[in-house]
């Protein structure tokens, strides 16, 4: 039964941030490697080598990779297309990545935007990103409803001219909720991209919040008409203008404590990096 | 070879060439660059003053009388007149007025054709810098170019042909003995003012048709006797040039088609061409156009950067289709504003985006930069006259009188009549009809002055042509567009400015979030806006997609687009059986 308070304790946020760094140092590793002439198919099998060297032993999903237009799921109709395609990169192209690894139950969920060579439409929506991280950390801190929040992010993508890219995952979620795996079945083994351990504990999860009224997806739908409940919640606002899609994902800690409602589990990520870097330039 | 004349004020110097005495005239400060100005047939210097006053603001400009016309002598002989010699009279004035320097030649008509002869004579690039052609070709190109429409006669080669033919009919009357001069003699000389009043809109002025008319008339007949047959006729030449050459087209020019200069690149490698919308005497009837084209090339040749129009008019450049446009485009903060913005930046355009959210229209300018553009905002309240007025003038004068005007500010406003207050009408009209009719006229005034034809984009809706109990104020506001639109369409055709109405439809954008609803309290407006925007989201009909129709309608020169199916299907019915929407208006949507 879902708690109001966290139920992780400090040892286990800090495996929670753990396994984030190694996803994200994975996914920096696999960037440096990229160069034009790569398959999507070939860079996921990269990320995916490199988690499985980092001890990585089941993953919540499979390991994406989308270049140019795919980084907006242009001509998006079925999931299947999210599955790493033969797409090459070209010089120029915007490219995400994106892999969810599970150390000892501990899951990490990461998205990685990057771009190879110039991509100005890329530079402006990577600056531009940092204002969603701030608004939704805001919001779930202020004790804003899920669906409240997604209405409000949705507005900054309108004030800011782009699209929500977001929508087009399966039940348009921005997040969903992370818990510690203690599941049954072979590890490593998939069903739809998602492993068949993640499957057991999201229906579990699913079952047991809908009899609450609630929902470990976070979405625009009445379902997702509550404050967030305390936990882990993966965060992945997904922007695109025109052909380029940028997103970040990392962990959310909800305590359920009024004294400090929320916080990122981390703050020293590529994309936190990328943004100081920028107020010091 | 020259003496200055200081007892005839208006003659600044009488120079001598081949036989012939030219009287010459000076404007402006003799120390500022030199703009040499060539006059046609049967003009004399005269037809220059309007451009010579506005030009000697900032330039040394010699006019003069080609031999033949007005003060200057005339050789008897026909063969006087041959191309060689007006070129080496063009060629003594520039060496009289100023020796040290080449000088930028502007010629019309017969002026342009002596002075092609000059511009294409080998070493001509030591003494003149540039040279802008109005309305008169190098006719041995035209020689070269009916010889190959003739060796390939297709039906679009020979109607070219024949319709310059139809255009030419007095150059073959000029060439038959007696008529023509007996015909100036008798009667034309007389009544040539008002044959061009009446016939090419030129009012009369103090100097021109000049005093001389009857005999310039007559005696310039020797022009064609001594050229046309021999250079377009029996031989041309092949007669180069490196020398800068703006071609200036008239649209309404009865003599001179554009058909004529096609191909002339080949000749002329470095072209700018572009058309003016006027008359043959665009001279004496736009003399501030015919000013300001001249200028913006001589200073681009002088190494000035060029201006819009001048980049356009490079001929030979491959462009996107909007490069080197101006667009402007009010409630381009969001919505189908914004996302038109920036189609038309992805096409090429630079972009003003205007909106009453200064930030929003600033930010629509950022986005037109990240696209590569160039995008400037501006916040602006399209409801109050003088501020659209004032815009238009900052726009033109930081910016340049834009190509295409996009009037898309609109507002939406549900409820039915009976509950619609006098402010509810005034607000809805305000913006949505008389937003349309000041940014019409504030930028229409200038395409019009600037005489190089624009676009004109009004965004109406499918509720001009359908009628609804529950849109009244709206729909009224949006038919009002869609009329006004017919008529401005119809008026400045004359003027080359296009005009589309775009009827959307139902499109997910922001004037459902800020709609109002007649005759409900502050809950329920809440509550209908957010029904409203979730049935236009749900529809999922993107603005991107409105903004493509935009650009299409301005490059296919659409009247009227109906956009989303139900625009279209409601169009269609509008036009083939009225009663229908007429019934199904009594309905009530919401």
Same mark, same amino acid.
């Given at each position: 039964?879902? =708690? ?80 790493? =395609? ?121 079952? =047991? ?73 | ?110 002026? =342009? $054709? ?183 090339? $001589?200073?681009? $040749? ?289």
């Amino acid at each position: 039964m879902p =708690s109001t308070q966290l139920d992780f304790s400090e040892r286990d946020l800090e495996r929670f941030r753990e396994v984030q760094q190694l996803a994200y140092r994975c996914a920096e590793e696999t960037a440096a490697w990229l160069e034009p002439g790569v398959t999507e198919r070939q860079a996921a099998a990269e990320l995916r080598r490199r988690l499985v060297a980092g001890g990585v032993e089941d993953f919540f999903h499979v390991p994406f990779a989308w270049f140019g237009d795919r980084t907006a799921f242009r001509g998006f109709r079925v999931p299947f297309q999210f599955f790493p =395609s033969n797409r090459v990169l070209r010089e120029g192209m915007a490219f995400v990545l994106d892999c969810a690894p599970i150390i000892d139950g501990y899951t990490a969920d990461i998205g990685y935007g990057g771009r190879v060579g110039e991509n100005r439409i890329w530079d402006r929506l990577c600056a531009d990103l940092r204002e969603y991280r701030e608004l939704i950390l805001r919001l779930v801190r202020e004790g804003h409803a899920l669906d409240e929040i997604y209405k409000q992010v949705d507005a900054l993508i309108a004030r800011h001219g782009f699209d929500n890219r977001h929508q087009v995952y399966p039940g348009r979620v921005i997040g969903h909720q992370v818990t510690r795996q203690h599941a049954i079945g072979p590890k490593g083994v998939t069903l739809f991209g998602f492993g068949i351990r993640t499957l057991q504990t999201l229906g579990r999860e699913l079952i =047991s919040e809908r009899l609450h009224g609630r929902s470990p997806l976070w979405a625009d739908k009445h379902a997702s008409a509550h404050a967030p409940t305390p936990g882990l919640w993966a965060v992945e606002p997904h922007i695109g203008f025109r052909d380029v899609g940028i997103k970040y994902e990392e962990l959310l800690v909800v305590t359920g404590d009024p004294g400090n409602p929320a916080y990122w589990l981390d703050d020293d990520l590529p994309h936190v990096r990328r943004w100081q870097a920028m107020e010091v330039a | 070879m020259s003496t200055a004349e200081p007892g005839r004020t208006e003659v600044s110097w009488i120079v001598e060439s081949a036989g012939a005495r030219l009287a010459v005239y000076e404007h402006g400060d003799p120390g500022n660059e030199t703009v040499l100005l060539v006059h046609g047939y049967p003009d004399t210097h005269s037809v220059w003053d309007g451009v010579a006053a506005l030009l000697a603001e900032s330039f040394h400009v010699v006019t003069y009388d080609v031999r033949g016309a007005g003060r200057s002598s005339a050789p008897r002989a026909s063969r006087d007149y041959r191309l060689d010699l007006l070129a080496a009279d063009l060629f003594a004035v520039a060496d009289a007025v100023c020796p040290d320097e080449p000088v930028h030649v502007v010629a019309h008509d017969w002026g =342009s $054709i002596q002075s092609w002869e000059a511009v294409t004579d080998p070493g001509a690039e030591r003494r003149i810098a540039s040279f802008t052609s109005i309305s008169g070709p190098c006719l041995d190109h035209v020689g070269h170019q009916v010889r190959q429409r003739l060796s390939r006669p297709t039906p679009r080669n020979l109607g070219k042909l024949v319709s310059q033919l139809l255009h030419s009919w007095y150059i073959l009357l000029f060439q038959l003995p007696l008529l023509a001069p007996a015909v100036w003699r008798l009667w034309l000389a007389r009544r040539w003012a008002s044959v061009l009043e009446r016939v090419e809109g030129v009012p009369p002025t103090a100097g021109h048709p000049a005093p001389t008319l009857r005999s310039d008339a007559v005696r310039g007949i020797a022009l064609y006797r001594a050229n046309m047959l021999g250079r377009v006729g029996r031989g041309p030449r092949e007669r180069s040039t490196g020398i800068p050459v703006q071609l200036i087209q008239p649209s309404g020019d009865h003599y001179v088609t554009e058909a004529l200069t096609e191909g002339v690149e080949r000749w002329a490698p470095r072209l700018w061409r572009r058309t003016v919308q006027a008359g043959h005497w665009v001279p004496l009837t736009h003399p501030e156009a015919v000013a300001r084209m001249a200028t913006e090339f $001589i200073r681009h $040749i002088g190494g000035e950067p060029a201006s819009r129009t001048v980049r356009r008019a490079r001929v030979g450049v491959r462009r996107a289709p909007f490069a080197d446009h101006l667009v402007v485009v009010t409630g381009a903060g969001s919505g189908i504003g914004r996302e038109t913005a920036l189609t038309f930046a992805e096409a090429g355009a630079e972009v003003v985006a205007s909106d009453i959210d200064k930030g929003a229209a600033r930010r629509t300018a950022e986005l037109v930069e990240v696209l590569g553009s160039r995008g400037y905002g501006y916040g602006l309240d399209v409801t109050d006259e003088s501020a659209v007025r004032d815009f238009a003038g900052e726009v033109a004068a930081r910016h340049g009188v834009p190509d295409i005007v996009v009037n898309n500010a609109g507002i939406g406003h549900g409820g039915p009549f009976m509950a619609t207050t006098t402010k509810d009408w005034h607000r809805v009209l305000d913006v949505n009809l008389w937003g349309v009719i000041h940014g019409c006229r504030a930028f229409g005034e200038r395409m019009v002055e600037r005489a190089e034809g624009g676009y004109i984009v009004n965004v109406a809706s499918m509720a001009a042509y359908l009628p609804t109990r529950d849109l009244p104020a709206y729909a009224t506001s949006k038919a009002a567009v869609y009329m006004l639109s017919d008529c401005l369409r119809a008026e400045l055709d004359g003027h080359a400015i296009g005009v589309s109405t775009i009827c959307p439809g139902v499109v997910s954008t922001n004037i459902t979030r800020t709609a109002t609803f007649a005759g409900v309290g502050e809950a329920e407006q809440g509550r209908k806006r957010d029904r409203a925007t979730g049935l236009y989201a749900r529809r999922n009909y993107t603005p991107r997609r409105v903004a493509a129709e935009i650009v299409r309608a301005v490059q296919r020169g659409k009247p009227i687009v109906p956009v989303t199916p139900e625009a279209k299907v409601t169009y269609l019915l509008s036009r083939v059986s009225p009663a229908t929407l007429r019934a199904a208006a009594k309905l009530e949507v919401s």
